[in-house]
């Protein structure tokens, strides 16, 4: 896969001394450095396609790439479901929660899974699952509007979907065949 530091650094009308003067390198000779980043996909970590990033005004998926989902030295893009954008991640954390299974990221639009998820949180959901299969949150279809819910498989067979908000509607039961689910929650963040 080809970055495009180059391509946006000459779009921007800057040198790649100039680029590096811009992402606060102090040492050696930041002209080098970035010609380094240009030509060599390897040593673009998460933290210099964020630092490259800043410095152009662009998003750190420009840098790497205009697709929904790409894998740059040990960075993720997982696009955030329904907005039009993406997200950087981890690569390693992905492969080791999804096992390779597709993942998008959901923005948490409502209080009722706090304290566990405050409204605005990000969640990375396996999207290849659609069943339940362990207790645990879940991505579910509720009405028309998609939400994130804790479900708990229940002896008889049937699931407990709750919001961990004691303020917010109360538990319902409900057959497996009969509940919409999107996917599981592997990996939620918080507002910073």
Do not use: C, H
């Amino acid at each position: 896969m080809k970055n495009r530091v180059k391509e946006l650094r000459l779009a921007a009308g800057l040198t790649q001394a100039e680029l590096g003067a811009r992402m606060g390198m102090t040492t050696g000779n930041p002209g080098v450095n970035v010609g380094r980043y240009e030509k060599e996909d390897q040593r673009l970590t998460l933290p210099i396609i964020i630092d490259i990033a800043n410095a152009l005004g662009v998003r750190p998926l420009d840098i790497v790439s205009d697709t929904e989902t790409v894998f740059v030295a040990a960075a993720a893009m997982v696009k955030v479901r329904g907005q039009g954008r993406s997200m950087m991640f981890d690569r390693a954390m992905l492969e080791r929660l999804a096992g390779g299974s597709a993942v998008e990221a959901v923005q948490i639009e409502d209080d009722a899974m706090e304290p566990t998820l405050a409204k605005g949180a990000i969640a990375v959901v396996n999207v290849g699952s659609a069943s339940v299969s362990r207790d645990g949150l879940y991505l579910i279809q509720i009405g028309v509007m998609e939400a994130v819910r804790r479900i708990n498989m229940q002896l008889d067979g049937s699931l407990r979907v709750s919001a961990d908000n004691a303020k917010r509607a109360p538990e319902m039961m409900a057959r497996p065949e009969d509940l919409a689910v999107l996917g599981r929650v592997l990996w939620a963040g918080g507002v910073v």
